[in-house]
Nanobody, 115 residues
Framework: QVQLVESGGGLVQAGGSLRLSCAASGFIFSINVMGWYRQVPGNQRELVAAITSGGTTNYVDTVKGRFTISRDNAKNTVYLQMNSLKPEDTSVYYC?????????WGQGTQVTVSS
């Protein structure tokens, strides 16, 4: 059973930092692309960052230079380091992977950035 469990969200002032973690289980973590999405109610879910099994990363333009995605295959965990946070980063952040054509999501963690 695939499970993705996020943690690390919270309330932070603009300019601050947070690190999100996603603990994965139920699949071979090391060979899968992992990603972080975010969604504000009423909006579509947006890909924030992704990392391949080989460590190649990509980011949405709005977070480039501020966010860093990384993975620890020994711990089956993917991280999202978020620096210089802005109020517009406020959202629910979801961990994501895709296995044999199916999308899997975590339960989400709320990030709120106050101005």
């Amino acid at each position: 059973q695939v499970q993705l469990v996020e943690s690390g969200g919270g309330l932070v002032q603009a300019g601050g930092s947070l690190r999100l973690s996603c603990a994965a289980s139920g699949f071979i973590f090391s060979i899968n692309v992992m990603g972080w999405y975010r969604q504000v109610p009423g909006n579509q879910r947006e890909l924030v960052a992704a990392i391949t099994s080989g460590g190649t990363t990509n980011y949405v333009d709005t977070v480039k230079g501020r966010f860093t995605i990384s993975r620890d295959n020994a711990k089956n965990t993917v991280y999202l380091q978020m620096n210089s946070l802005k109020p517009e980063d406020t959202s629910v952040y979801y961990c994501y992977t895709r296995i044999r054509g199916y999308n899997y999501w975590g339960q989400g963690t709320q990030v709120t950035v106050s101005s």
